[in-house]
């Protein structure tokens, strides 16, 4: 009985695979190759599946179906837009029906292999954009599934989605919890040597640390280890220095979010600065 993960590389979809293995370690690992400009992400999955034990880890190639899918910025000749992830222009960066391809593939191994669990890496932070990353969709597909292979499907079957209806910053917290080396995983769109810190994946990944009040292990074009942080006024600044100085401004104005140039990049300020132990939780095999 193997319970199965759709791992891409992210940050979502290894913090999963952790929390996942710690319920059960029997997992057994699934990626896709889609013609994706970032496939350099699956270069990522290796260091994860040795970690936990050596894991079985398969990539399937759906690279035959990238020419249906071509008005995608990720797959596409049209360039990765930049800004944060709620920005309109983020909708290019929709591939059609991707989780829905992703998950029924796996759903299929993960019946096959006798097991109870499929993984998602899907977040709070992807239902503005991305239709199939919403509560909806889960739960449709997850009945859509039982009907599909009545008989077959085992009792306790269902969607494993931890990240559903918790932000970012939240993943960090507990992917850092699990021992997760954050630097070991690929988020930016653009596929480059290094994070562009630009588009909407980096942006959000430096948002998330941020929130969370870790420092950002990411190396980026041009500023390297962490980005930029910047202060009113745009005066360059260090991690510490941009949190001391978001912490004393919530101290003085209390119920006030710090204003948006506190740091450069990130979407202004949506979230007050809070205590990482409030919005933290501890995953327990007995959730299950």
Known sequence: MTNVAVVSGGMDSVAMLYHLCDIDPD??????????????????VQFHVDKLGGLDWKVIDLTSVTQLLTKSALVGNRDVPEGHYESESMKQTVVPNRNMIMASIAAAACISEGGWLLGLGVHAGDHHIYPDCREAFVQSLEATLKIANEGF??????????????????????????GIDFSKTWSCYKGGELHCGKCGTCVERKEAFFLAQ????????????????????????????????????TRKNPGVYPPSGIYADLNPARYPIVNPEEIAFEPSRETF
């Open 27 to 44: 997992v057994k690992v699934l990626s896709y190759n889609y013609g994706q400009k970032h496939k350099k992400e699956l270069d990522y």
């Open 153 to 178: 499907i085992h009792q306790q079957f269902q969607l494993f989605t931890p990240w559903l209806h918790v932000p970012k910053q939240t993943i960090v917290l507990n992917g850092l919890r699990y």
């Open 214 to 249: 870790q420092p950002d292990p990411t190396e980026y074009e041009g500023t390297g280890v962490g980005g930029h942080y910047a202060r009113e006024g745009g005066l360059s600044c260090t991690f510490e220095e941009a949190l001391d100085y978001a912490k004393s401004y």
